[in-house]
Nanobody, 127 residues
Framework: QVQLVESGGGLVQAGGSLRLSCVAS????????MGWFRQAPGKEREFVAA????????YYADSVKGRFTISRDNAKNTVYLQMISLKAEDTAVYSC????????????????????WGQGTQVTVSA
């Protein structure tokens, strides 16, 4: 079992920045690909970004390319999502997720393949 706990959400003005963190329990963090997803009110959960187990490859939704950066520190069992130039349409609950390599394959877009999910953190961007 892996438990994921997100933090770093909050209220920010348009154009501002936030950094989300997700800490994982367990000793096998480096064997999971990690993803960030978001869900806005009335909408389906959507892919935001993912990073390979070793951290060498990152993948992004078109809507966030150039503004968001995903990274991970396997020594700290933590994955990050740096968000800049935030827009009102980025407002959502952001959740991190872990998938076992083998069950999911790059670019790790399919939320149905993820095995573990955090509870989410709210990001609100005011216009």
């Amino acid at each position: 079992q892996v438990q994921l706990v997100e933090s770093g959400g909050g209220l920010v003005q348009a154009g501002g920045s936030l950094r989300l963190s997700c800490v994982a329990s367990g000793r096998t963090f480096s064997s999971y690909a990690m993803g960030w997803f978001r869900q806005a009110p009335g909408k389906e959960r959507e892919f935001v970004a993912a990073v390979s187990p070793g951290g060498g490859r990152a993948y992004y939704a078109d809507s966030v390319k150039g503004r968001f950066t995903i990274s991970r520190d396997n020594a700290k069992n933590t994955v990050y999502l740096q968000m800049i130039s935030l827009k009102a349409e980025d407002t959502a609950v952001y959740s991190c997720a872990a998938c076992v390599v083998g069950r999911c394959t790059a670019p790790y877009l399919n939320k149905g393949k993820y095995d573990y999910w955090g509870q989410g953190t709210q990001v609100t961007v005011s216009a």
